[in-house]
């Protein structure tokens, strides 16, 4: 049993190191945190169409950080978690509550470009985004978490900075499924690979939704082991 606990012990000092080591990556990127631009993202400078690196999302004003990209950072978080779609008379993207974007919607008369609407994003899908091939460079460790939102619901996700995702979390709201709900975070675990922890990701989420008694039994795992290390 002794054993026992000083293997789990060391395994939790490794992902909190490993969490404490991602700070320093996160300081040369203080820019992702702040509200200036940033290497990912700026306000333009110019109208909306006279520029080609513009965020696909209906009216957003802030460029990508790279051609090929899609999104601005906060509209790639709502495209991840699923809350985007394109609006089915035109190319422009929207959040999924609309039909249409209110360009069409004020000229009723334009022909559709598209038969029909996409399908909705399948909230178990992997995710993944050519974004991450640069910032996972320099990352040697990955995160699994779990939080829990005032409304008594969990979130899982997945991220290479721990701290950074909870800032974007709590004070950012970048995350449309989280914001406003306060979350709390209740469990995490270490990953060697972003697609380690994407597919323990998805598991998650599914452990969510089929068998949440599971993942309580999971949060006072981690909890019970918390304590055993904090009394040693």
């Known amino acids: 049993m002794a054993k026992r606990k000083s293997l789990l012990g060391k395994i939790l000092d490794a992902g909190i190191k490993a969490a404490e080591a991602q700070n320093n990556i996160a300081k040369k990127k203080k820019e992702y945190l702040e509200k200036k631009p940033s290497k990912f993202y700026k306000k333009p400078t ?18 990508v950080s790279k051609a090929g990209y899609l999104f601005c ?6 495209e991840a978690d699923g809350f985007i779609w394109q609006c089915k008379s035109c190319d422009n993207y929207i959040d999924i509550q609309y039909e249409v974007c209110l360009e069409c919607k004020s000229n009723p008369k334009k022909p559709s470009a598209k038969p029909s609407r996409p399908t909705p994003r399948n909230k178990y899908q992997q ?15 990955f995160f699994v978490y779990i939080l829990r939102l005032n409304d008594g619901t969990y979130y899982a996700g997945q991220t290479n900075n721990l701290r950074r995702r909870m800032y974007q979390h709590k004070e950012k709201n970048t995350t449309k499924s989280t914001k406003d709900k306060q979350g709390k975070l209740m469990w995490f675990a270490p990953m060697p690979t972003r697609d380690s922890a994407a597919k323990a990701e998805v598991e998650l989420k599914k452990l969510i939704d089929k068998n949440p008694s599971a993942i309580d039994e999971k949060i006072i795992a981690f909890r019970d082991l918390i304590r055993e290390v904090d009394m040693e």
Request: charged letters at 30%.
């Open 46 to 63: 110019t109208k909306r169409n006279s520029k080609p690196n513009l965020c696909t999302f209906w009216n957003c004003n802030y460029t």
């Open 73 to 78: 950072l906060d509209h790639y978080y709502d």
């Open 127 to 141: 995710e993944s985004n050519p974004a991450w091939d640069k910032a996972d460079k320099e990352v040697s460790t």
